[in-house]
């Protein structure tokens, strides 16, 4: 059974800058692309980043220019760069695979942008 565990989250000013990482208990990024989902507080899970095996990445517009995905193979590990935060980027941050297994979903970790 695979696992996704979130971290980074935290409370940071509007124009900072987090680091979110998903570390996988298996080595399933050389067989799905992977996803950064977002959950904001009254809201749907959105998907916000996406990255293929290849490392083709794709962003929804909000957060084109400002958000990062990345992978690392051999940590078996996800990152998101968020810089230039803005108070709607503020939500729980999920990672999992593109499309998402349902099995797969984590704790997240919340990302409060606030000043």
């Known amino acids: 059974q695979v696992q996704l565990v979130e971290s980074g989250g935290g409370l940071v000013q509007p124009g900072r800058s987090l680091r979110l990482s998903c570390a996988s208990s298996?080595?399933?990024?050389?067989?799905?692309?992977m996803g950064w989902y977002r959950q904001a507080p009254g809201k749907q899970r959105e998907l916000v980043a996406t990255i293929t095996r290849g490392g083709r990445t794709d962003y929804v517009d909000s957060v084109k220019g400002r958000f990062t995905i990345s992978t690392d193979n051999a940590k078996n590990t996800v990152y998101l760069q968020m810089n230039s935060l803005k108070p709607e980027d503020t939500g729980a941050y999920y990672c999992n695979t593109q499309p998402p297994q349902r099995n797969y979903w984590g704790q997240g970790t919340q990302v409060t942008v606030s000043s």
């Open positions: 298996g080595s399933i990024l050389s067989i799905y692309g």
